[in-house]
Structures are given as structure tokens and as C-alpha cells.
């Protein structure tokens, strides 16, 4: 081989070598690159004008967790009948198989009716609820008879997680959607007065991670990235009434909870 080709393939071996500890790519790069694999969530509850949406997750999420699920977007659309109305929930979600399975927050889709998923492209499809893990994460599946390959996304692990570390998200905040959230991890675990007050077991402390991002309504499911646009987390919420991080689940340990429980087919 030639000296020049020599020195051609130790460029790209440091480059190698250092695209492990720091991103190649720009934050525009890393969006478009990651937007095809975000949906919108999109679901009705059915409430009315003196009683809260009839959604039992929304409901418990209320009265336990005392957080702001970031999730519904306040449209209220008049039905039929005089004192019924639909309230649109607004949510995100990510891509995790070729076939479909998409990861999103339990109290966008658990009690919800008439659920589907809209992608960048402008395409629509029904979704099902699947299961959801008993805390705030759930699986839902398209729906659809045609041969269609979608593009997941690579989950990533936490162990080298560090406070202070740049990461990014796709939501849709305030219906705004597909807005990119930039910011910093501020915890790389939680307290034990938070998992308490979320009403999570003991267990979750190591599973949910503090954002220095703003988690406006419709941003519950955005997939959080490392700047090398791979998903670390899943937002769920913040502390309502109070300018609080943002909460995030690790996506690694959700993956494997639903690929054990035979959900999720393995990689």
C-alpha cells in the first residue's frame, strides 16, 4: 500500500477512534437524521363540561404524581351531544422495530380512543396499545395490512451518562410539532423523594435521569438523544406548577423490561 493510502486510513481511524467520545455530526444533521423514526401520537378523550377526561391514567397522574404529564394539548372539539366534548392528546413517540412497535408515555394512550401515529412525511396509520410497563411507559403497534419497513431507532446505553451532558429531543410542544428541545443532563439518576412522589418504586431511582430542557404540553414520549443520535431516554413530565427539570425513563432498561416480557421482539 502506498504511503498516501496509508495515511488515508489513519485519518479514518482517528476519526473512528474519536467519533466514540465526541459527535462527527452537527445538531441539524443529527435531526434530520433521527425525525423519520419520531411520530405524533394523537388520541381523543371523551369529557365533558363539568368533569375531568375520562382518562383513568391521566386521572391517577394527577392526583399521585402531582406532575405535569406534558402531554395534553388544550383543543377542546364539540360532538353531538351538548354537554359532550373531545379533548385531543397530543404525545410523541419513537420507533423501535421495522414492524412497527413504537415506544410512547402510558397516559397518552392508556383510556384514550381513536389512536394513531403521524410520521414527518405526512403519513398516517392507526395504532393498538400493546402493554405498558405499570409505571409510564407503553408499546403501541401499527396498524396496517401493507408490507412496510420503518426505520428504528438505536437505543443506547447510560453507563457513561454524565451530568452535564448535551442531548436533544424531537416533541411536539403546544402541538408545534416536531420541535427539536436542546439541553443538558443535570441528574443522571433521581432522588428518593421523587421516585416516592411519582409514586415509582424504590427500583426507578437509576432508571430516570433529570433534563435542564423544557417539557411544554406534547412533549411526554419525545425520545432523547446523544449527540451522536442515539436514544438514551423517553421524557415523561415535570413537577407541575414549578419551573422543574425535566424528567426522563432510560430507554435501555424499558426495551429490555418489554422484549423480556416477549413484546418487543429481540434484536
Not at 391521566?58 to 406534558?70: C, N, Q, R
Not at 404525545?91 to 392508556?110: E, N, P, R
Given at each position: 500500500m502506498s504511503p498516501k493510502k496509508w495515511g488515508l486510513c489513519l485519518v479514518i481511524l482517528i476519526l473512528t477512534a474519536c467519533g466514540n467520545t465526541a459527535s462527527q455530526f452537527s445538531l441539524p444533521d443529527l435531526v434530520k437524521h433521527v425525525t423519520p423514526s419520531v411520530v405524533i401520537i394523537i388520541g381523543d378523550l371523551i369529557t365533558d363540561t363539568e368533569g375531568p377526561p375520562s382518562n383513568p391514567s391521566?386521572?391517577?397522574?394527577?392526583?399521585?404524581?402531582?406532575?405535569?404529564?406534558?402531554t395534553i394539548h388544550p383543543i377542546l372539539r364539540k360532538e353531538s351531544a351538548d354537554t359532550e366534548y373531545t379533548k385531543r392528546?397530543?404525545?410523541?413517540?419513537?420507533?423501535?422495530?421495522?414492524?412497527?412497535?413504537?415506544?410512547?408515555?402510558?397516559?397518552?394512550?392508556?383510556?384514550?380512543?381513536n389512536l394513531r401515529a403521524l410520521f414527518y412525511d405526512g403519513t398516517t396509520f392507526p395504532l393498538e396499545l400493546v402493554a405498558n410497563d405499570g409505571m409510564?411507559?407503553?408499546?403501541?403497534k401499527i396498524k396496517t395490512d401493507k408490507k412496510i419497513s420503518f426505520r428504528p431507532l438505536v437505543v443506547t446505553s447510560a453507563a457513561t451518562l454524565q451530568n452535564g451532558q448535551n442531548v436533544f429531543g424531537i416533541g411536539h410542544p403546544f402541538a408545534f410539532?416536531?420541535?427539536?428541545?436542546?439541553?443538558?443532563?443535570?441528574r443522571t439518576f433521581t432522588t428518593e423523594n421523587t421516585t416516592k412522589n411519582f409514586g415509582f418504586p424504590e427500583n426507578a431511582r437509576d432508571k430516570i435521569i433529570h433534563l435542564d430542557m423544557l417539557f411544554n404540553p406534547g412533549v411526554s414520549g419525545a425520545p432523547?438523544?446523544?449527540?451522536?443520535?442515539?436514544?438514551?431516554?423517553?421524557?415523561?413530565?415535570?413537577?407541575?406548577?414549578?419551573?422543574s427539570p425535566g424528567f426522563a425513563f432510560l430507554a435501555e432498561p424499558i426495551i429490555q423490561y418489554f422484549r423480556s416480557k416477549g413484546v418487543l421482539p429481540m434484536p
Open positions: 391521566s386521572e391517577k397522574k394527577s392526583d399521585i404524581f402531582s406532575i405535569k404529564p406534558s392528546i397530543v404525545a410523541a413517540g419513537s420507533v423501535q422495530t421495522k414492524d412497527g412497535f413504537i415506544l410512547t408515555v402510558s397516559h397518552a394512550v392508556v383510556g384514550v380512543l409510564d411507559a407503553a408499546i403501541v410539532y416536531f420541535s427539536t428541545i436542546h439541553g443538558v443532563v443535570s432523547i438523544f446523544n449527540m451522536n443520535g442515539e436514544m438514551l431516554a423517553m421524557a415523561f413530565g415535570m413537577i407541575a406548577n414549578a419551573n
